[in-house]
C-alpha cells in the first residue's frame, strides 16, 4: 500500500510563503506524475500545479502562475509547492496527488490526506 503526507500548512498573512511538501511511502517500482490540488471552501477540488517525473515539465494553474513554484526530488519520493505572494483566495486544503506505479506494474491514482493552507488579508 501507498501513502502519501502531506506537510507545511498553516496560516500566512497575504503576501507571505508557504512551502509545502508531500512524502511517498510504501512499496511501489515508481512515481510518474505529482501534482497538488486545492479545495477552497463551497468550491469543486481544482488542480494548481503539476510536473513530470523528471522535473523538465511543470504546469500552473493560470492562478498561481509566477506566484508558486513545483519541484520534487525523486531520491526521497517527494514532491513540493513553494508559493509565494500568497492571497486570501489561495485558502483550501491542497492535496497531494501521484500516479504510482506499484509493483504489479499497475498505475495507482494515490492522494494525500491534505494540507490546510489559511492567508488572511
Known amino acids: 500500500q501507498v501513502h502519501l503526507v502531506e506537510s507545511g500548512g498553516g496560516l500566512v498573512q497575504a503576501g507571505g510563503s508557504l512551502r509545502l511538501s508531500c512524502a511517498a511511502s510504501?512499496?511501489?517500482?515508481?512515481?510518474?506524475?505529482m501534482a497538488w490540488y486545492r479545495q477552497a471552501p463551497g468550491k469543486d477540488r481544482e488542480p494548481v500545479a503539476l510536473?513530470?517525473?523528471?522535473?523538465?515539465?511543470?504546469q500552473y494553474a493560470d492562478s498561481v502562475k509566477g506566484r508558486f513554484t513545483i519541484s520534487r526530488d525523486n531520491a526521497k519520493n517527494t514532491v513540493y509547492l513553494q508559493m509565494n505572494s500568497l492571497k486570501p483566495e489561495d485558502t483550501g486544503v491542497y492535496y497531494c496527488?501521484?500516479?504510482?506505479?506499484?509493483?504489479?506494474?499497475?498505475?495507482?491514482?494515490?492522494w494525500g490526506q491534505g494540507t490546510q493552507v489559511d492567508v488572511s488579508s
Open positions: 496527488n501521484a500516479a504510482v506505479v506499484g509493483v504489479d506494474y499497475s498505475t495507482i491514482d494515490t
Open positions: 510504501g512499496s511501489f517500482l515508481t512515481i510518474n506524475i
Open positions: 510536473i513530470t517525473k523528471s522535473g523538465t515539465s511543470t
